[in-house]
């Protein structure tokens, strides 16, 4: 199993930021395109951004286009996002794992537990 560890999730008012954070200790990093999903209750998980190998963006969900930021630092092995404008229904679970060259979904066979963001006043 890949070993994922997201960070970073939190309680934060509507219009507020925080940046999550996933380290994968485990892996040749550079070698996988990455993203993020969320999950909210009662909803399947959704792909919400996505980097190349490179960092590049290759996808961000439209409902956070303009809010949300996916960044990389392949020597830390670590996959960021930052979201700004945060708004109540960004409120859910958010993981990390692979994406597919093209931006679209994809995963290592398992999930790690997840950083919880919600958005509340």
């Known amino acids: 199993q890949v070993q994922l560890v997201e960070s970073g999730g939190g309680l934060v008012q509507p219009g507020g930021s925080l940046r999550l954070s996933c380290a994968l200790p485990?892996?040749?990093?550079?070698?996988?395109?990455m993203g993020w999903y969320r999950q909210s209750p009662g909803k399947e998980r959704e792909l919400v951004a996505a980097v190349s190998r490179g960092g590049r963006p290759t996808y961000y969900r439209d409902s956070v286009k303009g809010r949300f930021t996916m960044s990389r630092d392949n020597a830390q092995r670590t996959v960021y996002l930052q979201m700004n404008s945060l708004k109540p229904e960004d409120t859910a679970v958010y993981y990390c794992n692979r994406a597919t060259p093209s931006g679209g979904p994809s995963d290592f066979g398992n999930w790690g537990p997840g950083t919880q963001v919600t958005v509340s006043s």
């Open positions: 485990g892996i040749v990093f550079g070698a996988y395109e």
